[in-house]
C-alpha cells in the first residue's frame, strides 16, 4: 500500500510503497477515510532533532484519523467489520490512573505505552495510508450517525485540542465574558465553533490572513483583527477596558504570548496551545493580578466522544481542504506557506 513516510529528522516525507498491516492479537488494522494535516508535523518535519522525542523516524504521518474497521485482531471484541470509527490519537499505557481516566495524553507508565510519549503518526504509523495499525480496540471511537470520516478526522486532534483547552476554562466563559482565538488554522477554526456551541462568551479573533478572519467570523467571531502594533489596545477597549477572560492563543509564539498577556482580565485564563517556541518574561507585574497561565495537550477520550456528538450534531463542522493521497506532501507544503482554509485533510479511501 502507499504511505507517507519521515524517513529522518529534517526532511520532507516521502510517499512510498509498504507492506499493508495485519492486525495481532488485540489489534485493528482501519481503512483510513480521513487523515488531517497538522502544523505540529511541520514543526516535526523541520524542527525536530534526534534526542527530541523518545521516538525516531522513520513512520508513516498522520495524527488526525478516522476511517472503517477492516479487520479485527484475535479476542477483539465490540467492533464490527465496515464500522465507521475515529482514532483517539494519543496512546497511553491504558492501566495507569491517568489512562484508566482516559487522559493517555498525560500517561505516568510510558514504558509500557504503544510507543513512549507518541502514537500513530508519532513516532508508529499513522493515518497518511490505505490502511492503519491500531494498537488497541480502545483508541476506537465509533462514529456517531452523522459524521463521515473524512469529516471527523480532523476532530480528533483539531477538533479535540481546543475542545480540551476551553472546557478547562467554561465556567470564565459567562454571558458578559469575552473570549480570544489567536490563529484561526485548523485548531483556530474548530476553536471559534467550540466556543459558539459550547459557551455565551463574545469571541475575538485575530490572524494575520484575513481569509482566516473572514472563517472565524462566518463561525461567530464578533470582532477579527491582523495584529499590529495597537491590536491589544484595540482588544481591550472592545472588553470596556477589563480585557479578555478567556485567551487560546493556537500560535504560541513570542508576539501572540505577549498580546495575549497584554489583554488577559484580571482572573481570567492565558492558555499556550501552539508550540510556536514563543516566551514571555513572568514577574509579578508582567501579567494581570490572578491570570492563569497554562499550556494544554491534546485531550482525553471521554473529551473525544463530546467533540464527535457535537459533529455530528453539526455544532461544528470542520472546514475540510481536501487532498488525494497521491497529493498529501502537497497538502503540507501548502499547510506551511498558509494557503489552507480550515483543514487539510487526506482522503485516501471513501465508503
Ligand atoms: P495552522 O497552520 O492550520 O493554523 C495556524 C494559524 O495561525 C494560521 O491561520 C496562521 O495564519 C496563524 N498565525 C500564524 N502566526 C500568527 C501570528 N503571529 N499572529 C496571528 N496569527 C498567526 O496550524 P494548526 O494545525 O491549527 O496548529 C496550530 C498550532 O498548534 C501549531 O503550533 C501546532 O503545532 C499546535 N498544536 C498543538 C497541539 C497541542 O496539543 N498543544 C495540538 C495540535 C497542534
Ligand atoms: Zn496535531
Ligand atoms: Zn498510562
Redesign the pocket.
Known amino acids: 500500500m502507499k504511505a507517507l513516510r519521515l524517513n529522518a529528522w529534517k526532511s520532507e516525507p516521502e510517499l512510498e510503497e509498504i507492506d499493508q498491516p495485519q492486525p495481532g492479537p488485540g489489534e485493528v488494522v482501519i481503512r483510513v477515510g480521513g487523515a488531517g494535516a497538522?502544523?505540529?508535523d511541520i514543526?516535526l518535519m523541520d524542527e525536530f532533532e534526534p534526542g527530541m522525542m523518545p521516538w525516531d523516524p522513520p513512520f508513516t504521518l498522520g495524527h488526525e484519523n478516522a476511517g472503517w474497521v477492516h479487520e479485527l485482531g484475535e479476542g477483539v471484541r465490540g467492533l464490527e467489520i465496515g464500522q465507521p470509527v475515529a482514532v483517539y490519537g494519543p496512546w497511553g499505557c491504558g492501566t495507569c490512573a491517568r489512562c484508566r481516566l482516559g487522559i493517555e495524553t498525560y500517561c505516568e507508565n510510558l514504558a509500557e505505552a504503544p510507543v513512549p510519549g507518541g502514537g500513530g503518526g508519532l513516532g508508529l504509523d499513522g493515518g497518511m495510508a490505505e490502511y492503519m495499525l491500531i494498537p488497541d480496540s480502545r483508541f476506537l471511537l465509533p462514529l456517531p450517525d452523522g459524521l463521515e470520516p473524512a469529516q471527523a478526522a480532523a476532530l480528533t486532534?483539531?477538533g479535540l485540542?481546543p475542545y480540551h483547552a476551553i472546557k478547562r476554562s467554561l465556567h470564565k466563559l459567562t454571558p458578559e465574558s469575552y473570549a480570544l482565538v489567536?490563529?484561526?488554522?485548523?485548531?483556530?477554526h474548530l476553536g471559534v465553533q467550540i466556543l459558539a456551541a459550547t459557551s455565551s462568551a463574545s469571541i475575538i479573533a485575530?490572524?494575520?490572513?484575513q481569509e482566516?478572519l473572514d472563517l472565524a467570523t462566518e463561525h461567530g467571531a464578533t470582532q477579527v483583527f491582523q495584529?499590529g502594533d495597537g491590536t491589544a489596545e484595540d482588544i481591550r477597549k472592545l472588553t470596556g477596558g477589563r480585557g479578555v477572560d478567556v485567551v487560546l492563543d493556537?500560535?504560541?509564539?513570542d508576539?501572540?504570548i505577549a498580546l495575549g498577556a497584554a489583554v488577559a482580565r484580571q482572573m481570567g485564563d492565558l492558555t499556550i496551545?501552539?508550540?510556536?517556541g514563543g516566551s514571555f518574561e513572568f514577574s509579578f507585574f508582567s501579567i494581570p493580578y490572578e491570570v492563569s497561565t497554562q499550556?494544554?495537550?491534546?485531550g482525553t477520550r471521554p473529551e473525544l466522544a463530546e467533540v464527535l456528538a457535537l459533529g455530528a450534531r453539526g455544532e461544528i463542522a470542520t472546514e475540510v481542504t481536501e487532498y488525494a493521497l497521491d497529493e498529501a506532501l502537497q497538502a503540507y507544503r501548502d499547510?506551511k506557506e498558509?494557503k489552507?482554509r480550515g483543514r487539510a485533510v487526506v482522503v485516501p479511501n471513501r465508503s
Do not use: E, N, Q
Open positions: 497538522c502544523h505540529s514543526h486532534d483539531a485540542t489567536i490563529g484561526v488554522g485548523g485548531l483556530g485575530v490572524d494575520m490572513r482566516a495584529p493556537f500560535v504560541g509564539a508576539p501572540t496551545v501552539g508550540i510556536g499550556t494544554t495537550y491534546w499547510l498558509g489552507i
